[in-house]
């Protein structure tokens, strides 16, 4: 059925239409799904950037304790 579909369409606009068409959705099929790829790349990276973060403010709460011990050994 689809095949007659697209046989009658050639008959009637001619194959570089139909052609440009079917890139056409192709071209926006591929785009969409880069888009949806993107969109969870940045979900995935916002996360990871978040407990980088959380990790770094541990570490400099840590060295911020060690620091005011060692002042306080030399008084």
Request: glycine share 4%; with cysteine.
């Given at each position: ?17 139909v052609a440009c068409l079917g890139m056409g959705w192709y071209v926006k099929y ?46």
């Open positions: 059925m689809i095949e007659m579909d697209v046989i009658q369409l050639i008959s009637s606009v001619g194959f570089p239409i591929q785009t969409d799904s880069y888009r949806e790829e993107v969109k969870d790349m940045q979900k995935e990276h916002k996360e990871e950037i978040q407990k980088m973060s959380d990790a770094l403010n541990n570490n400099t709460a840590a060295l911020q304790r060690l620091c005011d011990k060692l002042d306080g050994g030399d008084k």
